[in-house]
Nanobody, 119 residues
């Protein structure tokens, strides 16, 4: 059974940085395309960043240049480095895994971690 556990969320001032982590278990991590999504109150869940198994990445326009997704296959972990945070980045951030397609989203989701950016 695939499990995804996020960590690293919290409260930060605008302009600050956070790094989220997502540890995967129950499946061979290297076959997973991984991604980060977020959902703000009253809004739909949206893509933040994705990385396929070859290391190629995609970003939402709103996060391009500020956020960076990376993965460590030896640690079964995907990261999201978030810099220059803005109040509009406030949301619950979810990790996603897809073993079948390169750009997902797949069926596996973490429980989410709250990121709050104060102005």
């Amino acid at each position: 059974q695939v499990q995804l556990v996020e960590s690293g969320g919290g409260l930060v001032q605008a302009g600050g940085s956070l790094r989220l982590s997502c540890a995967a278990s129950g499946i061979t991590f290297s076959i997973l395309a991984m991604g980060w999504y977020r959902q703000a109150p009253g809004k739909q869940r949206e893509l933040v960043a994705r990385m396929n198994t070859a290391g190629s990445t995609r970003y939402a326009d709103s996060t391009k240049g500020r956020f960076a997704i990376s993965r460590d296959n030896a640690k079964n972990t995907v990261y999201l480095q978030m810099n220059s945070l803005k109040p509009e980045d406030t949301a619950v951030y979810y990790c996603n895994a897809d073993p079948y397609t390169p750009w997902g989203p797949g069926d596996y989701w973490g429980q989410g971690t709250q990121v709050t950016v104060s102005s």
